[in-house]
């Protein structure tokens, strides 16, 4: 039981891929701005035109998910929280799955060699820059929030530029490797219309 325990301590600690993304100076209202928008405590739920349309979002996202994050209940309180935060922040779920895939790999512990942490690898700066001293960035919700709401800062301050903004959100802006490796997950593994089932 020991030598499983560090097993997964060792799977868990691997580093993340993640890039270096820069600690910016914010403006008075953006730094108000964003610390308004990571803090609302509503509850994580799905928003799609019928309860029908949201069960099949869920079926499919969970049945793709279903061998990186195998326990069921987890693997569905993940997927809401990111369509929940994802759609919150003006974002495309499926691309969060996309980006969550290249940054962390699923891995709710992830830890890059620059210190970024969790599923969206959220730099520890930010929590400083915008939060409170009890955020935990391994925690989903957290952590997903974060991410959602750095991603749509840089894609406002990109006026829209998904490329650029996914490069900013990296710490690679200006590079493509990074932002065609986010496009290319979202389309090859997380691309859905309700048309597709």
């Not at 969790?118 to 925690?139: A, E, H, K």
Request: hydrophobic share 40%.
């Amino acid at each position: 039981m020991r030598a499983l325990l560090l097993v997964l301590s060792l799977i868990c600690a691997l580093p993340a891929f993640a890039g270096n993304q820069k600690e910016e100076p914010l403006s008075n209202s953006v730094q108000t701005m964003l610390h308004k928008s990571i803090s609302d405590r509503g509850v994580p739920k799905l928003v799609f035109a019928s309860k029908e349309k949201g069960k099949k979002w869920l079926d499919e996202m969970s049945h793709r998910l279903e061998k990186r994050i195998p326990k069921e209940k987890d693997r569905l309180d993940f997927l809401r929280t990111v369509h929940y935060e994802a759609t919150r922040a003006g974002l495309d779920p499926q691309m969060v799955l996309g980006l969550i895939q290249v940054e962390s790999g699923f891995k709710k512990y992830a830890i890059s060699s620059a210190g970024a942490r969790g599923y969206m690898q959220v730099m520890p700066f930010w929590v400083r820059s915008i939060g409170t001293p009890d955020q935990n960035l391994f925690n989903l919700r957290v952590n997903l929030r974060y991410g959602c709401t750095i991603l749509r800062y840089y894609l406002d301050r990109e006026n829209g530029n998904l490329y650029r903004a996914l490069g900013r959100y990296n710490g690679s802006v200006g590079k493509a490797a990074y932002p065609n490796a986010v496009l290319a997950a979202w389309k090859k593994h997380w691309a859905y219309s309700d048309t597709d089932l």
